[in-house]
């Protein structure tokens, strides 16, 4: 059974940074694309940046320039560098996995980590 796992998350001044994490079991990363999620409290879940298996990279408008995701494939790791960082950034973060190998689906859910930007 593949697990998720993210660390990182906390409490930040508006204008910090904080880097997240997201740990993956087996070696199946390699095969997945990779993304962070967020949800604030009385809002949906929204996709914040995505990592494709080669490397590409997609971000929500309100993260470009100030978020950064990236993977480690040997590590099997993802992790989210959070810059300058803005009280409406406050969520909860989920890591998130899914991709399709030989007809089989794969869609994986971590149990997601608090970031709260306030002064």
């Known amino acids: 059974q593949v697990q998720l796992v993210e660390s990182g998350g906390g409490l930040v001044q508006p204008g910090g940074s904080l880097r997240l994490s997201c740990a993956v079991s087996g070696t199946i990363v390699s095969i997945l694309t990779m993304d962070w999620y967020r949800q604030a409290p009385g809002k949906q879940r929204e996709l914040v940046a995505d990592?494709?298996?080669?490397?590409?990279?997609n971000y929500a408008d309100s993260v470009k320039g100030r978020f950064t995701i990236s993977r480690d494939n040997a590590k099997n790791t993802v992790n989210l560098e959070m810059n300058s960082l803005k009280p409406e950034d406050t969520a909860v973060y989920y890591c998130?996995?899914?991709?399709?190998?030989?007809?089989?689906?794969?869609?994986?859910w971590g149990q997601g980590t608090q970031v709260t930007v306030s002064s």
């Open positions: 990592i494709a298996t080669t490397g590409s990279t």
């Open positions: 998130h996995g899914h991709g399709r190998l030989m007809s089989i689906s794969y869609d994986f």
